[in-house]
């Protein structure tokens, strides 16, 4: 009996000893990503998991190491998470095919960038010939020729889109008039007037049009469609606007809120983005829609103009700088210090697409699709998700 019950106890004492070391197994494997998925270390992080090696390694030896070797292993240790996560980018990357990681991969080669931008313009116009007209149609077209602005003495045009910057390189043709020494001194409490000043193609006889049309270099920005949609909006409706919520929001309101009520009726305050995306999709011609949101394509000539640079508000900084030293404006106008605006974090844009029904998403996505496909921007992933295969 006391056999047995020896030999019972040693049994129990293995079995007991397998169940611990397997529990700490798992306990050492199983961990989360970064966005709470479970995740096992040997399959997935091999590189990262905890051994005596690497903890020698990166332990007691590493602090007294120089700064230059710290930096390399930083480096060394990002490097690893990139090749071993991809799926893991920043989700703003999946918004748009020009962010900053494709900054980074054209750092030394600007002009392939913007070959890669044309060529897209290109083979969109191709695909829809009606929308191409020569410099001679397009230096009629009267009021529409407002948002290109002008500067003889660098041979340079810009066509100017709300919401894309526009303030700060409009400032920039402010300085080459003389008016201001920098951008930043420009006094924006005076920018009704001062825009009004600009230069811009409208003001000229057909024949002076066309002849600069064709001579001079000219330039663009654009910005994801729905990104620029959305800090319209937010701008107009959210932040302090004595105009929009009065003059456009209480149409909007009248249109499509029931039982409004006489304050709402009035004051257009309140205004919410499902109602402000059924107006963008029920406008009867898109040239009735207000220029901080009407699609970019309806404004600037995308298949006639022949643009030399075409600007990306996601890389703002590295493209206005070339684009500054290649026409010579950069010789008198410096780029602002200050990083340029995108508006809207991910959670932000998130969160009031989130909002939208599908049917009333694919209804916006029709209205703002040609600006997509003629700038090189994917559909953001959110909205492709809703939708399903676009």
Sequence with gaps: MVRRTSKSCVLHAV?????????????????????????DEHIILPQLAPT?????????????ESVREWDAEQERRRSILQRTLPQLAPTSASRSRDDQSRRNEFAGDWDAEQERRRAIL????????RMNMPFSAVSRRGRR????????????????ICKVASTTLKS????????????????????????????????????????????????????????????????????????YPKEIGTKIIRQFRANATKEALETGDGITFTEFAKHLTKAETLDSLDIHWRPMYAM???????????????????????????????????VPETPMNLSNSDDVFNSFY????????????NTFRMDSELFGYDIPLLIRDKLGDL
Excluded at 15 to 38: E, K, P
Excluded at 53 to 62: E, L, T, V, Y
Excluded at 354 to 365: I, M, N
Aim: charged content about 30%; proline content about 4%.
């Design 122 to 129: 290109r083979e969109t116009c191709a695909k829809y010939p």
């Design 300 to 334: 600037v000539f995308p298949c006639s103009m022949e643009y030399d640079y075409i600007g990306h508000l996601e890389t703002a900084r590295w493209d206005i700088e070339n684009i500054f030293n290649r026409t010579g404006i950069g010789k008198v106008v410096k």
């Design 172 to 243: 920039a043709f402010l300085v080459l008039m003389g008016k201001y020494p920098t951008i930043e001194s420009v006094d924006l409490r005076e920018w009704y007037t001062l825009d009004r000043s600009l230069h811009t193609l409208r003001k000229l006889r057909s024949s002076e049009i066309e002849r600069r049309l064709r001579t001079y270099k000219k330039f663009i920005f654009v910005r994801e469609p729905f990104s620029r949609e959305l800090a319209g909006f937010r701008n107009k409706f959210y932040a302090k606007n004595e105009y």
């Design 354 to 365: 989130q909002e939208l029904e599908p049917s009333l998403l694919r209804d916006l996505y």
């Design 52 to 64: 005596p090696a690497s903890r020698s390694r990166d332990g007691q030896s590493r602090p007294n």
């Design 15 to 39: 079995l007991f000893a397998i169940v611990l070391c397997y529990a700490a197994t798992m306990f050492h494997t199983v961990n989360y990503d970064v966005r709470g998925v479970m995740i």
């Design 145 to 160: 020729l407002r948002p290109l602005i002008y500067d003889d003495k660098y041979k340079v045009i810009y066509c100017s």
